[in-house]
Protein backbone atom coordinates (compact mmCIF):
# COMPACT_ATOMS: atom_id res chain seq x y z
CA UNK A 1 0.00 0.00 0.00
CA UNK A 2 1.40 3.14 -1.00
CA UNK A 3 1.05 5.96 1.85
CA UNK A 4 -1.60 8.87 1.01
CA UNK A 5 -0.07 11.17 3.70
CA UNK A 6 2.87 11.44 6.35
CA UNK A 7 2.90 13.99 8.92
CA UNK A 8 6.20 14.10 10.73
CA UNK A 9 6.54 15.83 14.37
CA UNK A 10 9.57 18.17 14.42
CA UNK A 11 11.69 18.16 18.00
CA UNK A 12 12.69 14.47 18.79
CA UNK A 13 11.59 13.07 15.26
CA UNK A 14 13.35 15.11 12.86
CA UNK A 15 15.48 16.69 14.51
CA UNK A 16 17.45 15.89 18.02
CA UNK A 17 16.92 19.52 19.65
CA UNK A 18 15.08 17.83 22.60
CA UNK A 19 18.31 17.21 24.94
CA UNK A 20 19.52 20.59 24.26
CA UNK A 21 16.17 22.44 25.26
CA UNK A 22 15.46 20.49 28.46
CA UNK A 23 19.62 21.18 29.40
CA UNK A 24 17.92 25.50 29.30
CA UNK A 25 14.91 24.65 30.64
CA UNK A 26 16.57 22.68 33.49
CA UNK A 27 19.20 25.00 34.08
CA UNK A 28 16.66 27.68 34.48
CA UNK A 29 14.48 26.07 36.79
CA UNK A 30 16.89 24.87 38.92
CA UNK A 31 18.51 28.71 38.93
CA UNK A 32 14.98 29.73 40.47
CA UNK A 33 14.57 27.42 43.13
CA UNK A 34 13.40 24.15 41.61
CA UNK A 35 16.33 21.19 41.44
CA UNK A 36 15.16 19.66 38.47
CA UNK A 37 17.64 17.60 35.89
CA UNK A 38 16.72 17.37 32.03
CA UNK A 39 15.91 14.38 31.91
CA UNK A 40 12.95 14.56 34.65
CA UNK A 41 11.55 17.48 32.41
CA UNK A 42 11.71 15.11 29.48
CA UNK A 43 10.27 12.61 30.79
CA UNK A 44 7.05 14.52 32.17
CA UNK A 45 7.59 17.24 29.40
CA UNK A 46 8.35 16.04 25.93
CA UNK A 47 5.59 16.69 23.27
CA UNK A 48 4.22 19.70 25.51
CA UNK A 49 4.93 23.59 25.89
CA UNK A 50 6.60 26.19 27.28
CA UNK A 51 3.94 27.82 29.47
CA UNK A 52 2.79 24.24 30.20
CA UNK A 53 6.07 23.47 32.13
CA UNK A 54 6.03 26.99 33.51
CA UNK A 55 2.83 26.50 35.16
CA UNK A 56 3.92 23.00 36.46
CA UNK A 57 7.06 24.53 37.55
CA UNK A 58 5.59 27.04 39.64
CA UNK A 59 2.95 25.15 41.05
CA UNK A 60 6.05 22.95 42.70
CA UNK A 61 7.94 26.00 43.82
CA UNK A 62 9.83 27.70 41.22
CA UNK A 63 10.10 31.11 41.38
CA UNK A 64 9.96 32.13 37.37
CA UNK A 65 9.96 35.36 36.57
CA UNK A 66 7.53 37.27 34.56
CA UNK A 67 8.95 36.75 30.31
CA UNK A 68 10.50 33.39 31.30
CA UNK A 69 8.82 32.08 28.55
CA UNK A 70 9.82 34.44 26.23
CA UNK A 71 13.09 33.96 27.45
CA UNK A 72 13.28 30.38 27.22
CA UNK A 73 12.35 30.81 23.44
CA UNK A 74 15.51 33.47 23.08
CA UNK A 75 17.79 30.83 24.88
CA UNK A 76 16.47 27.60 23.16
CA UNK A 77 16.57 29.57 19.79
CA UNK A 78 20.34 30.75 20.05
CA UNK A 79 21.37 27.21 21.19
CA UNK A 80 19.48 25.28 18.25
CA UNK A 81 21.13 28.14 15.98
CA UNK A 82 24.61 26.51 17.22
CA UNK A 83 23.40 23.52 14.83
CA UNK A 84 21.86 20.40 15.78
CA UNK A 85 21.64 17.19 14.55
CA UNK A 86 19.14 15.38 12.05
CA UNK A 87 17.86 11.88 13.02
CA UNK A 88 19.56 9.06 10.93
CA UNK A 89 17.07 8.01 8.11
CA UNK A 90 15.40 11.30 8.12
CA UNK A 91 16.58 12.28 4.93
CA UNK A 92 15.85 8.97 3.28
CA UNK A 93 12.49 8.45 4.04
CA UNK A 94 11.73 12.48 2.98
CA UNK A 95 13.44 11.42 0.32
CA UNK A 96 11.78 8.17 -0.64
CA UNK A 97 8.27 9.54 -0.10
CA UNK A 98 9.39 12.40 -2.81
CA UNK A 99 10.10 10.02 -4.87
CA UNK A 100 6.64 7.84 -4.22
CA UNK A 101 4.81 11.26 -4.06
CA UNK A 102 3.56 11.20 -1.46
CA UNK A 103 2.68 14.29 0.52
CA UNK A 104 4.85 15.49 3.83
CA UNK A 105 3.65 17.82 6.45
CA UNK A 106 5.45 18.62 9.53
CA UNK A 107 3.03 19.46 12.51
CA UNK A 108 5.17 20.93 15.91
CA UNK A 109 3.55 22.07 19.48
CA UNK A 110 7.12 24.20 18.73
CA UNK A 111 7.39 27.86 17.12
CA UNK A 112 8.00 28.42 13.80
CA UNK A 113 11.20 30.18 14.26
CA UNK A 114 12.61 27.34 16.04
CA UNK A 115 11.66 24.91 13.60
CA UNK A 116 13.09 27.61 10.96
CA UNK A 117 16.70 27.06 12.84
CA UNK A 118 16.51 23.61 13.69
CA UNK A 119 15.76 22.43 9.55
CA UNK A 120 17.27 25.00 7.89
CA UNK A 121 20.79 23.64 7.16
CA UNK A 122 19.48 20.41 6.62
CA UNK A 123 17.42 21.67 3.73
CA UNK A 124 13.98 20.36 5.20
CA UNK A 125 12.38 23.53 5.89
CA UNK A 126 12.76 24.47 1.74
CA UNK A 127 11.57 21.52 1.51
CA UNK A 128 8.61 21.56 2.99
CA UNK A 129 7.87 24.70 2.79
CA UNK A 130 3.98 25.72 2.97
CA UNK A 131 3.45 21.83 5.40
CA UNK A 132 4.80 23.22 8.03
CA UNK A 133 2.59 23.71 10.95
CA UNK A 134 2.58 24.97 14.24
CA UNK A 135 0.59 25.31 17.61
CA UNK A 136 1.39 29.12 16.88
CA UNK A 137 -1.72 28.51 14.52
CA UNK A 138 -3.33 25.60 15.61
CA UNK A 139 -4.68 23.93 19.02
CA UNK A 140 -1.61 22.06 20.41
CA UNK A 141 -1.24 18.35 20.16
CA UNK A 142 -3.01 15.80 21.32
CA UNK A 143 -5.57 18.39 20.05
CA UNK A 144 -5.75 16.54 16.15
CA UNK A 145 -6.01 20.13 14.37
CA UNK A 146 -3.12 19.90 12.65
CA UNK A 147 -2.91 16.27 11.41
CA UNK A 148 -6.53 17.12 9.97
CA UNK A 149 -5.41 20.58 8.22
CA UNK A 150 -3.03 17.98 6.34
CA UNK A 151 -5.47 15.55 5.50
CA UNK A 152 -8.00 18.17 4.36
CA UNK A 153 -5.58 19.80 2.02
CA UNK A 154 -4.62 16.55 0.64
CA UNK A 155 -7.91 14.45 0.53
CA UNK A 156 -5.86 11.80 2.32
CA UNK A 157 -7.61 8.82 3.55
CA UNK A 158 -6.70 8.76 7.43
CA UNK A 159 -6.84 4.83 7.56
CA UNK A 160 -3.90 5.45 4.74
CA UNK A 161 -1.90 7.69 6.56
CA UNK A 162 0.45 8.08 9.11
CA UNK A 163 1.88 10.12 12.01
CA UNK A 164 5.49 10.00 13.37
CA UNK A 165 5.83 11.28 17.03
CA UNK A 166 8.08 10.62 19.84
CA UNK A 167 5.69 12.16 22.72
CA UNK A 168 2.50 10.98 24.37
CA UNK A 169 0.84 14.26 23.52
CA UNK A 170 1.82 13.30 19.62
CA UNK A 171 0.63 10.19 19.22
CA UNK A 172 -2.94 10.61 20.76
CA UNK A 173 -3.05 13.46 18.42
CA UNK A 174 -2.63 11.19 15.52
CA UNK A 175 -4.85 8.74 17.55
CA UNK A 176 -7.66 11.18 17.57
CA UNK A 177 -7.14 12.28 13.81
CA UNK A 178 -7.77 8.48 13.05
CA UNK A 179 -4.51 8.11 11.44
CA UNK A 180 -1.84 5.23 11.61
CA UNK A 181 0.69 6.01 14.74
CA UNK A 182 4.20 5.28 14.94
CA UNK A 183 5.74 6.71 18.42
CA UNK A 184 9.33 7.30 17.32
CA UNK A 185 11.27 6.03 20.63
CA UNK A 186 15.02 7.30 21.20
CA UNK A 187 15.32 8.23 24.91
CA UNK A 188 13.85 4.78 26.37
CA UNK A 189 9.90 5.91 25.43
CA UNK A 190 9.24 2.68 24.20
CA UNK A 191 6.26 1.98 26.77
CA UNK A 192 4.57 5.12 27.39
CA UNK A 193 3.94 5.03 23.76
CA UNK A 194 3.04 1.37 23.43
CA UNK A 195 0.58 2.08 26.18
CA UNK A 196 -1.46 4.47 24.30
CA UNK A 197 -1.51 2.40 21.24
CA UNK A 198 1.33 3.86 19.12
CA UNK A 199 3.54 1.26 16.86
CA UNK A 200 6.77 1.90 18.32
CA UNK A 201 10.08 2.17 16.36
CA UNK A 202 13.38 3.01 17.82
CA UNK A 203 14.90 3.93 14.47
CA UNK A 204 13.60 6.11 11.25
CA UNK A 205 14.76 3.07 8.43
CA UNK A 206 12.29 1.06 10.75
CA UNK A 207 9.79 3.40 10.53
CA UNK A 208 10.40 3.81 6.29
CA UNK A 209 9.94 -0.33 6.56
CA UNK A 210 6.57 0.24 7.74
CA UNK A 211 5.57 3.20 6.19
CA UNK A 212 6.71 1.94 2.58
CA UNK A 213 7.21 -1.60 3.17
Request: net charge negative.
Amino acid sequence: MTPELVVFDCDGVLVDTEGPMFDVFAKSITEHGLPVTPHQLATEFTGGTTPIMRDEAIRRGAKLPDGWVEDMNTQIHARIAQGVAVFDGVLDLITALEDANVPIYVASNGTMKRMGLSLGPSGIWDRLEGRILSRETYPAKPDPAMILHALAQTGANPEKSFMIDDSVPGCQAGMNAGVQTIGFATEGQDAQLAQIGATVVNTMATAQQLILG
